[in-house]
């Protein structure tokens, strides 16, 4: 798979590449599996009676289309009927969405659909290469927000290949279990072993050896709590970065309606706790939110210079609210910015300045220790 992504070798210098790129883009369904990822077995005996379990895990899949709904949106746009009676669903429709690639066969992205299973689902994944990238083994692994698509990283409001440009990086983007192409039920440990299925595939077939993980809103959080579980390997360089993430999925929930949600939430095993699992995470970690400062970014020292909201997350369940405290490590740096929960950044290449940031802090650490 290496020699297929780089140098003379790599899929896009094939003179069929245009060809293959439109057929793939535009075929319906899955493409074949090119990668297989499974979670080691757990050590942890399981002494929850069974008919709990399949309560817990009927009420999970049920919440799954509230907390989820690319999930709910995408299972009825696969039905022509519904989508006839309510168009707005043609938006995931992810066949035509994916025409939407074909022009960038001629750009320098050089796009390659794939599919990974991660623990029995079929993840639907597409590799965006830069071919100018001086270092192509830097790799972005993108974890969507809520109601995205992959598809939808062609669309002009959304900045993810920006973001990655300007970070010299490749680009990997792919839709949760149970979204659009995607095989299986959108339950928050399907989420996470996609997560982990792709950082995987990223190392080991792509042979990464810097690695930036940045996930927006829930995608933020899913993919702290899969790489708190991920075993990093030595020789890689990784940085984390959170745009407009919650603290905890249960207290966004009680803050934004009742407390016995909330309760509900982690009784269902839907807790996305990314605060937990970033605190203490040995890696540079960015994390971005909304200030009431609306003149620009800057480094937050304090929750006070948080906005209220962002329009979805309360101040008190932000990200950096949660971790901005006198004993935050070093390298976590939390940025206060203008833009609201799903606002186009204004200048897309600040994201890779306070990526740099954070590692010169580890450097020096490092240097010192």
Not at 24 to 42: A, I, K, M, Q
Not at 98 to 122: M, V, Y
């Amino acid at each position: 798979m290496y020699s297929d992504l780089y140098g003379p070798r790599a899929f896009y210098n094939n003179p069929e590449y245009p060809v293959q790129m439109r057929r793939d883009f535009t075929l319906s369904g899955r493409l074949p599996v090119s990668y297989e990822w499974n979670p080691r077995p757990s050590d942890i005996e399981d002494t929850e009676w069974r008919i709990v379990k399949c309560v817990r895990y009927i009420f999970h899949v049920i919440a799954a289309w509230a907390i989820v709904p690319a999930s709910f949106l995408s299972f009825f746009a696969s039905f022509s009927c519904i989508v006839s009676l309510c168009p707005t669903l043609s938006f995931y429709n992810t066949q035509n969405l994916r025409k939407l690639f074909c022009p960038l066969a001629e750009s320098f992205w050089k796009c390659q659909r794939t599919t990974i299973s991660a623990d029995g689902n079929d993840v639907d994944t597409v590799l965006m290469i830069n071919s100018m990238n001086p270092n192509p083994k830097k790799w972005m692994v993108a974890a969507l927000g809520n109601g995205q698509l992959y598809e939808g990283t062609l669309h002009p409001l959304s900045q993810l290949r920006e973001v990655a440009e300007h970070a010299g990086c490749n680009l990997i983007v792919f839709n949760y279990p149970g979204v659009g192409e995607s095989s299986g039920f959108c339950t928050r440990e399907a989420m996470e072993n996609a997560c982990l299925g792709v950082i995987n595939f990223v190392e080991e077939k792509a042979q990464a050896d810097e690695l930036i993980l940045y996930g927006h809103s829930i995608g933020g959080g899913v993919l702290a709590d899969a790489f708190a579980r991920h075993e990093r390997k030595e020789g890689v360089n990784y940085t984390f970065v959170a745009s407009r993430t919650f603290s905890d999925l249960s207290t966004l929930v009680s803050k934004y309606s009742y407390e016995w949600l909330g309760s509900f939430v982690q009784m269902i095993g839907w807790d996305i706790h990314p605060a937990s699992s970033l605190e203490n995470l040995p890696v540079p970690t960015v994390v971005l939110q909304t200030a009431s400062n609306q003149d620009g970014w800057k480094v937050l020292q304090n929750s006070s210079e948080l906005a209220f909201t962002d329009k979805i997350i309360l101040k008190e369940a932000s990200l950096a609210g949660a971790l901005l405290k006198p004993s935050q490590r070093e390298d976590l740096i939390c940025v206060g910015i203008p833009e609201t929960h799903n606002v186009p950044f204004r200048d897309p290449s600040l994201v890779s300045t306070y990526i740099e940031e954070a590692r010169a802090f580890r450097a020096r650490r490092q240097l010192y220790a």
